[in-house]
């Protein structure tokens, strides 16, 4: 159980191209939705969190407008990257929690993004 | 400032045991969960601890001392598969989720 489903694995795209990235729970309903940066050899980056129903709150440094987030369903969150550059390629990885409580957070696959 | 220390790599021996520690020092604690990420993989699970002592799961185990802020992942039989990073990440009072930079795996024959 609690699988999560992330699409796309792969984006390479042109520069100023906006991107989404879809993060689903499969078997169970996520009130709670987080979104991750990785970059290479680092650790995971929080960007934002997201519950079914209202705004994002972002992490401190991370541009709401650039990183659109809308978690429209308890087994729905996208993230959108608007007019992607280059230095947007990395690794995203978005993760699904059943509660408020601390319950694992069970990860999708991750998106590798390249912005040419 | 919210903190949470682990070696950055270790070495081991396929089919011995290894322990990679964790310190953390949060404001608040709601739990302490373990992941192993493979390289360009996602996080997956492996553990939890909330309460003191040790949590076994197989090949597997994790200890929690919440007095001493201290955590360790214990791998028995260790298996080629077992080489990749393992993410220390601890639930403070918001049930925010505080990770470690990871520890680095490296398992040889």
């Known amino acids: 159980g609690a699988v999560v489903s992330q699409h796309p694995s792969w984006v390479i795209c042109k520069s100023g191209t906006s991107v989404k990235i879809e993060c689903r729970s499969l078997d169970f309903q996520a009130t709670t939705m987080f979104w991750y940066r990785q970059f290479p050899k680092q650790s995971l980056m929080l960007m934002a969190t997201s519950n079914e129903g209202s705004k994002a709150t972002y992490e401190q440094g991370v541009e709401k407008d650039k990183f659109l987030i809308n978690h429209a369903s308890l087994t729905l969150s996208t993230l959108t990257v608007t007019s992607a550059h280059p230095e947007d390629s990395s690794f995203y990885i978005c993760?699904?929690?059943?509660?408020?409580?601390?319950?694992?957070?069970?990860f999708g696959d991750g998106t590798r993004l390249s912005i040419l | 400032g919210q903190n949470i220390d682990q070696p950055t790599e270790m070495t081991a021996t396929e089919g011995a045991i290894v322990q990679i520690n964790c310190t953390y020092q949060t404001s608040g604690f709601n739990g302490l969960f373990w992941y192993q990420q493979h390289a360009g993989e996602a996080p997956t699970f492996l553990s939890y601890?909330?309460l003191d002592g040790l949590e076994e799961k197989g090949r597997f185990s994790s200890f929690l001392s919440r007095s001493k802020g201290y955590s360790y992942l214990l791998l028995k039989e260790l298996q080629m598969k077992d080489s990749a990073s393992y993410l220390c990440a601890v639930s403070d009072s918001n049930y925010q989720l505080i990770w470690g930079a990871g520890t680095k795996l490296i398992i040889k024959p």
């Open positions: 993760s699904a929690s059943e509660g408020r409580e601390a319950q694992p957070q069970h």
């Open positions: 601890n909330v």
